[in-house]
C-alpha cells in the first residue's frame, strides 16, 4: 500500500490544511495507478515546531514540505513513468495547499521495498 509521509512546519498544520493535503496527495496517487489504489493510501503528518528543525547549521529554520512515499517496490515498476507522475503529482498537490511559492522547495522522496522484506497481515509479499 503507498504511505506517504508528510513533514512540514507545525505551525501549517491548522484543521483544514491536513483535509486539503488528503484530497490532493491521495489524488496524486489514484492518477497514477486508479481507482484500486485509493482506499490503499495512508497518509501521516509530522509537523515540525520550527525551534525542532534545522536547516545549514541552523536552528529553528522551519521545514521545507517533505513527502516521501513508501511502498513495495513493485508499484514503481508497474506503471513505466510512475516515479516521474509520482514526484510531479505529489509535489502539485502540496502546492496547491500550501502555494507555488514553495514549489522549488518541496522534496518529493519515493522508497520502494522489496517483496521480501513487505508484508500485509503478517504475510510478506514474496509469499504471497
Not at 490503499?40 to 515546531?49: S, T
Not at 529554520?61 to 503529482?89: H, I, K, M, N, Y
Not at 500550501?98 to 520502494?112: F, H, Q, W, Y
Not at 503478517?122 to 509469499?127: I, K, T
Request: net charge negative; glycine share 10%.
Amino acid at each position: 500500500m503507498p504511505h506517504c509521509t508528510v513533514t512540514l512546519a507545525e505551525e501549517l498544520l491548522d484543521g483544514t490544511t491536513e483535509e486539503r493535503l488528503v484530497a490532493g496527495l491521495t489524488d496524486a496517487v489514484v492518477a497514477v495507478y486508479g481507482d484500486w489504489a485509493r482506499p490503499l493510501v495512508v497518509i501521516e503528518f509530522h509537523g515540525v515546531p520550527a525551534a525542532r528543525f534545522a536547516v545549514g547549521g541552523r536552528l529553528g529554520t522551519a521545514p521545507a514540505p517533505a513527502v516521501q512515499l513508501s511502498s513495495r517496490a513493485g508499484l514503481f515498476t508497474q506503471v513505466p513513468d510512475a516515479a516521474e507522475r509520482l514526484a510531479a503529482g505529489l509535489t502539485d498537490a502540496v502546492v496547491a495547499v500550501l502555494g507555488e511559492e514553495l514549489r522549488k522547495d518541496v522534496g518529493v522522496t519515493l522508497v520502494g521495498t522489496s517483496d521480501d522484506r513487505s508484508a500485509v497481515g503478517g504475510v510478506l509479499f514474496a509469499h504471497a
